[in-house]
């Protein structure tokens, strides 16, 4: 799956959005962490819907590792991250 930086942003908006709505108590701020409650974030975010999702999307698979800095990230360096993990799928 080849993607440019401009599609993988604007499909891994609309995942955030997705999931951000779900949470009225978290601002757009385009930080990853918006996708889960930040008032009662989760214990383990591997393997929760929003990543989930994203997996799915992206046709990629990521490791905890990776969901904990994506979690801290914005959606810009989310998406440069999803992009590097499909360049090393190929």
């Known amino acids: 799956m080849k993607s440019s ?7 891994l908006h609309r995942i955030y959005e997705k999931y951000r709505q779900k ?3 978290n601002p757009d701020s385009q930080q ?3 996708m889960w409650s930040t ?6 975010i591997e393997e929760t819907s929003p990543f989930l ?3 799915e999307a992206f ?3 990521i490791d905890e590792d990776t969901c904990m800095d994506m979690y801290d990230m914005n ?3 989310a998406s440069e991250r999803i992009a590097s993990l ?3 799928k190929c």
């Open 5 to 11: 930086h401009n599609e993988i942003h604007t499909k």
């Open 39 to 44: 008032s009662n974030p989760p214990d383990t």
């Open 53 to 55: 999702d994203i997996e």
């Open 59 to 61: 046709e990629i698979l």
């Open 32 to 34: 990853m962490c918006c």
């Open 23 to 25: 949470h009225k108590e």
């Open 75 to 77: 959606i810009k360096e």
């Open 86 to 88: 499909m360049k090393q």
